[in-house]
């Protein structure tokens, strides 16, 4: 049950980072997330707290890495794979001999195949990561499209020469021939491994579609399982798992832009899918770097007093070093950004910025072993530490220096959108009122489907008994005219009138009701003195009960009619809650007097008809440059998502 606790607790976390981003959305919602982590130490069982390096890597990573690939823009990526070379793999190798042997000279107390390992730790850069710190700013797309495809395959090279580094520790002995050996079978064999079983699980999921096996039942866990299968596979084959189920991920993706438009409701919920459990999975892994920090802390403050002092002192020079080397490879035209143009300097001090570090950095320091020849593993948590304070740094800095570099991005005004998918709504409304053939309650039924969209204030109490007393009123106005006809039996009109008096609002007044019994019984009083015979007992004549149901409904469809013609005509848009809330409930008590079989259909298509309205007043709202382009995107957008909900719950 423990292990339930944690993980339900380290969800909920990342839920409320959500909740805290989406009111104050200025500061990254990253930060939120290590705050939330942070946080849960507080708890007893997230003290001391420890998580299986595999767990990680398989439960978190793979899925993560996984989404990547199989979102990214395969034709920019074929088009760029020189200038991912370059940043992925010689960038990187690059960035962890000289990191490693400056920790070394700086602190040589700590071997040098550690200071590698710590060097191949902090070298991977989270594309995630980025996104979380760019979000508000404009990045140019030259430098977004190199940070994007070296963060997709740089994890690589880094957990690759980790694993040589650790190896070299534990031997005591390195061979650059074996080395660079390993490091092309781990590289490349991860790739051939990912495409060829991305492959396999390509071809049955295509199987499984052209066998009309394409619901969402069996699809989406099938996506779901396939980067487990895929980094499981390439481990117990000596390869990268992480390049494996990038490649997978790839192989996944092209796969599904060949799809076109087959199975595209299954597509729609495996991207949903997919999104939802890639936001969560991010979200989960900066809880646990917020979990991590303090833990590594109360380690390391025992050994020395100042030993934080001059970690954070290295970590900052780690950091800083890390940013001139990607600044001198991007300036010197290493990663040809541009073609054979030289980068400016302030794209390369971008991509020297731009080096934003993550997941896959905790992730590796996570998994350093926790013993060695059945002893603690030497300066582990020193090197934690280390990573963990390089994350944070290549996450602040970037949040405070980016912001005045860059220029804000264009968003759309959301005041702007409110206020006329307001106007949309009761643009379709007004053309629905005017359809001749349609019946009442349909109307109604769509015209309570679009009230729905807008962001309405709630129905103040004390109007919405003031509306109901007046539309009372009406019901038994239209209630007493039917009443009145001579058509209608001495003792249905009693009936009713009896059980209408007995309802009528409280606080109406007792002699109103005495007048509306007087009303409709004096009239008949002489026609009605005596017993009723048999023939006009209900309980003894079925046809009399069919007679009086009849009744009933002649009666419910005139006040519905009434009511909601006067509904109609005091309906403004500062009462639309009012009027929505009375009228809903007046619609519920008409559906039960039954509706015929092809209602549905009937709503169905009018709904269809009143989206189709929607559309109209976006593309005359835009023609007339009413709206902008932003907002009419929005506006369509927020049309198809209704629509495409409809139709599946209907």
């Not at 969800?11 to 959500?18: D, G, K, R, S, T």
């Given at each position: 049950?423990?292990?339930?606790?944690?993980?339900?607790?380290?969800?909920?976390?990342?839920?409320?980072?959500?909740?805290?981003?989406?009111?104050?959305?200025?500061?990254?919602?990253?930060?939120?997330?290590?705050?939330?982590?942070?946080?849960?130490?507080?708890?007893?069982?997230?003290?001391?707290?420890?998580?299986?390096?595999?767990?990680?890597?398989?439960?978190?990573?793979?899925?993560?890495?996984?989404?990547?690939?199989?979102?990214?823009?395969?034709?920019?990526?074929?088009?760029?794979?020189?200038?991912?070379?370059?940043?992925?793999?010689?960038?990187?190798?690059?960035?962890?001999?000289?990191?490693?042997?400056?920790?070394?000279?700086?602190?040589?107390?700590i071997p040098l195949a550690l200071c590698l390992a710590l060097a191949a730790i902090v070298t991977p850069t989270d594309s995630l990561a980025l996104s979380s710190i760019t979000e508000n700013v404009s990045l140019p797309k030259?430098?977004?499209?190199?940070?994007?495809?070296?963060?997709?395959?740089?994890?690589?090279?880094?957990?690759?020469?980790?694993?040589?580094?650790?190896?070299?520790?534990?031997?005591?002995?390195?061979?650059?021939?074996q080395g660079l050996l390993s490091f092309i079978v781990n590289f490349f064999g991860g790739l051939l491994v990912g495409l060829i079983v991305g492959s396999l699980f390509v071809s049955l999921q295509s199987f499984l579609v052209?066998?009309?096996?394409?619901?969402?039942?069996?699809?989406?866990?099938?996506?779901?399982?396939?980067?487990?299968?895929?980094?499981?596979?390439?481990?117990?084959?000596?390869?990268?798992?992480?390049?494996?189920?990038?490649?997978?991920?790839?192989?996944?993706?092209?796969?599904?832009?060949?799809?076109?438009?087959?199975?595209?409701?299954?597509?729609?919920?495996?991207?949903?899918?997919?999104?939802?459990?890639?936001?969560?999975?991010?979200?989960?892994?900066?809880?646990?770097?917020?979990?991590?920090?303090?833990?590594?802390?109360?380690?390391?403050?025992?050994?020395?007093?100042?030993?934080?002092?001059?970690?954070?002192?290295?970590?900052?020079?780690?950091?800083?070093?890390?940013?001139?080397?990607?600044?001198?490879?991007?300036?010197?035209?290493?990663?040809?950004?541009?073609?054979?143009?030289?980068?400016?300097?302030?794209?390369?001090?971008?991509?020297?910025?731009?080096?934003?570090?993550?997941?896959?950095?905790?992730?590796?320091?996570?998994?350093?072993?926790?013993?060695?020849?059945?002893?603690?593993?030497?300066?582990?948590?020193?090197?934690?530490?280390?990573?963990?304070?390089?994350?944070?740094?290549?996450?602040?800095?970037?949040?405070?220096?980016?912001?005045?570099?860059?220029?804000?991005?264009?968003?759309?005004?959301?005041?702007?959108?409110?206020?006329?998918?307001?106007?949309?709504?009761?643009?379709?409304?007004?053309?629905?009122?005017?359809?001749?053939?349609?019946?009442?309650?349909?109307?109604?039924?769509?015209?309570?489907?679009?009230?729905?969209?807008?962001?309405?204030?709630?129905?103040?109490?004390?109007?919405?008994?003031?509306?109901?007393?007046?539309?009372?009123?009406?019901?038994?106005?239209?209630?007493?005219?039917?009443?009145?006809?001579?058509?209608?039996?001495?003792?249905?009109?009693?009936?009713?009138?009896?059980?209408?008096?007995?309802?009528?609002?409280?606080?109406?007044?007792?002699?109103?009701?005495?007048?509306?019994?007087?009303?409709?019984?004096?009239?008949?009083?002489?026609?009605?003195?005596?017993?009723?015979?048999?023939?006009?007992?209900?309980?003894?004549?079925?046809?009399?009960?069919?007679?009086?149901?009849?009744?009933?409904?002649?009666?419910?469809?005139?006040?519905?009619?009434?009511?909601?013609?006067?509904?109609?005509?005091?309906?403004?848009?500062?009462?639309?809650?009012?009027?929505?809330?009375?009228?809903?409930?007046?619609?519920?008590?008409?559906?039960?007097?039954?509706?015929?079989?092809?209602?549905?259909?009937?709503?169905?298509?009018?709904?269809?008809?009143?989206?189709?309205?929607?559309?109209?007043?976006?593309?005359?709202?835009?023609?007339?440059?009413?709206?902008?382009?932003?907002?009419?995107?929005?506006?369509?957008?927020?049309?198809?998502?209704?629509?495409?909900?409809?139709?599946?719950d209907n």
């Open positions: 049950m423990e292990i339930f606790y944690s993980v339900a607790l380290l969800i909920v976390a990342a839920i409320i980072a959500n909740i805290l981003y989406t009111i104050f959305p200025r500061i990254p919602l990253t930060f939120y997330q290590i705050g939330c982590g942070f946080l849960l130490t507080l708890l007893p069982l997230f003290r001391n707290y420890s998580l299986y390096p595999e767990f990680f890597m398989v439960g978190i990573i793979a899925p993560l890495m996984f989404n990547d690939g199989r979102t990214i823009d395969t034709g920019q990526m074929t088009n760029a794979f020189a200038k991912i070379m370059s940043m992925a793999v010689y960038l990187a190798i690059l960035t962890t001999i000289v990191i490693g042997t400056m920790t070394h000279a700086v602190m040589a107390a030259a430098v977004s499209g190199a940070l994007g495809g070296e963060s997709l395959f740089n994890d690589a090279s880094g957990i690759v020469v980790l694993s040589l580094a650790l190896s070299a520790y534990q031997t005591g002995d390195f061979s650059f021939s052209g066998k009309s096996m394409d619901t969402a039942s069996v699809i989406v866990p099938f996506s779901l399982m396939i980067p487990f299968a895929i980094y499981l596979i390439s481990e117990e084959l000596g390869c990268s798992g992480i390049l494996a189920v990038v490649a997978g991920g790839l192989i996944y993706g092209i796969n599904q832009s060949r799809l076109k438009l087959m199975a595209t409701n299954v597509r729609l919920v495996t991207n949903a899918t997919w999104g939802i459990l890639s936001n969560l999975l991010n979200g989960i892994v900066f809880v646990l770097l917020g979990v991590t920090l303090p833990t590594v802390i109360v380690a390391i403050i025992p050994l020395s007093s100042t030993l934080i002092l001059e970690l954070s002192g290295l970590a900052l020079l780690i950091y800083l070093t890390m940013g001139v080397v990607r600044f001198a490879w991007a300036k010197l035209n290493l990663v040809k950004i541009h073609g054979d143009r030289p980068s400016t300097f302030k794209e390369a001090f971008l991509i020297a910025v731009g080096g934003v570090h993550g997941t896959i950095t905790l992730a590796m320091a996570l998994s350093l072993p926790v013993t060695l020849a059945g002893h603690a593993f030497p300066y582990r948590d020193q090197l934690i530490f280390v990573a963990t304070v390089v994350i944070l740094l290549s996450l602040i800095i970037p949040a405070i220096v980016l912001p005045r570099m860059l220029p804000a991005k264009q968003v759309p005004n959301q005041d702007s959108f409110n206020h006329h998918r307001s106007k949309m709504v009761d643009y379709s409304i007004a053309r629905i009122k005017e359809l001749p053939t349609t019946t009442l309650a349909d109307r109604n039924y769509v015209i309570d489907m679009l009230t729905s969209q807008k962001k309405s204030k709630r129905a103040d109490k004390k109007a919405v008994r003031d509306l109901m007393a007046q539309t009372h009123d009406i019901e038994i106005q239209a209630t007493t005219e039917v009443l009145s006809n001579d058509h209608v039996p001495e003792q249905f009109s009693n009936e009713l009138s009896r059980r209408i008096a007995l309802h009528t609002t409280p606080g109406r007044g007792f002699w109103k009701r005495i007048k509306f019994m007087m009303h409709l019984w004096l009239p008949r009083k002489r026609r009605f003195s005596n017993r009723l015979p048999d023939s006009l007992n209900p309980a003894k004549n079925p046809q009399l009960v069919q007679k009086r149901d009849n009744f009933r409904k002649q009666i419910e469809t005139a006040v519905y009619e009434r009511v909601n013609a006067y509904l109609d005509s005091i309906e403004t848009p500062e009462n639309t809650a009012t009027v929505t809330f009375v009228r809903t409930g007046y619609n519920f008590r008409h559906a039960r007097f039954g509706a015929d079989d092809s209602s549905d259909d009937r709503q169905n298509q009018l709904l269809i008809q009143a989206f189709q309205y929607e559309y109209t007043y976006v593309a005359d709202a835009f023609k007339n440059q009413k709206i902008t382009r932003q907002v009419s995107d929005q506006l369509n957008q927020s049309i198809t998502t209704d629509q495409m909900v409809y139709m599946a």
